[in-house]
């Protein structure tokens, strides 16, 4: 039986999509960056959240955050855009606002959708009209994460996407990886090496790593806690990166469809006015 509940999450009105007969949920909360905030199994806590973050009205560093028009830094100089150069906060946006619920549903599938279009006060930072569509799927144990992204305006629209879901774990050190790509970023020469596999710095503080052409699906398993989680995406996402503050318990495994600074870049992806991009991911636990 599929159910889409309302309540709140501190201050911010929620939906929580529940599975009954799979016992899983997955709770959205459109006002907080549309974004999700938890994934449960049998009451197991998949997601990570963090405080006093997710309650200020600042960026998310927790949850799923939804990166958009950008992944990752802004170069120094700021995006090339119309012949002037524009700041950006990190990961685009579109995290940091509140989305409008569009609909439910309970077909096939606990469902939410919600929906962010362009401001006046986005254009400081990106100078296009769009609109982007979320409709999160629960289904036994897959959260599908179906979007649409618009160009509304009359000027082809440089853009990448993606997401950064923050997953909990007992430690870095006791998670086993399943992940293939063909390149990795080597973060001292700035430049891409032949992937020969996962290679995390536990003992570092913070730590990343990103790869060029991940092939789906990419997986770890925490062997303390039994967690298991796999994202599997299409073929518009091409780059995945791992991150994690090490000793918060935490570890990102996200899906990408650009790099850091590809929208000043000469191979960014352009959506021509009046069109639409389509792209599908999911996270099963």
């Not at 911010?12 to 909360?29: P, S």
């Not at 996962?198 to 790869?211: A, K, L, N, S």
Request: hydrophobic residues 30%.
């Amino acid at each position: 039986m599929f159910t889409v509940s309302k309540t709140k999450q501190g201050e911010y009105t929620a939906y929580v999509l529940a599975d009954t007969n799979a016992g899983t949920t997955a709770t959205v909360v459109p006002e907080k960056g549309g974004m999700v905030t938890s994934i449960t199994k049998n009451g197991d806590e998949y997601s990570w959240l963090r405080e006093p973050n997710f309650s200020l009205p600042e960026r998310p560093r927790c949850a799923v955050p939804v990166l958009f028009p950008m992944c990752g830094r802004v170069p120094e100089a700021g995006n090339p855009f119309k012949g002037e150069n524009y700041p950006m906060e990190i990961h685009g946006i579109v995290h940091s606002e509140p989305w409008e619920l569009v609909e439910t549903g309970t077909e096939d599938g606990a469902s939410v959708t919600v929906r962010i279009r362009d401001t006046e006060e986005m254009h400081k930072s990106y100078p296009y009209s769009f609109c982007v569509t979320l409709r999160y799927v629960l289904k036994g144990t897959e959260l599908r994460f179906e979007a649409k992204y618009e160009n509304t305006g009359s000027d082809d629209m440089p853009y990448s996407f993606g997401f950064h879901p923050y997953f909990r774990i007992s430690d870095v050190r006791n998670l086993e990886w399943d992940l293939t790509a063909k390149e990795t970023f080597d973060a001292a020469s700035g430049k891409n090496v032949p992937f020969t596999g996962v290679d995390f710095p536990y003992d570092d503080e913070q730590t990343e790593r990103r790869y060029k052409d991940v092939v789906s699906p990419m997986s770890f398993r925490d062997k303390e806690t039994g967690h298991e989680v796999t994202i599997r995406f299409d073929e518009n996402y091409h780059y995945a990166v791992l991150w994690s503050q090490c000793q918060l318990g935490f570890v990102c495994m996200e899906p990408w469809n650009g790099y850091p600074g590809s929208l000043a870049a000469p191979d960014h992806e352009t959506l021509a006015p009046g069109c639409a991009k389509q792209a599908v991911f999911s996270i099963e636990f």
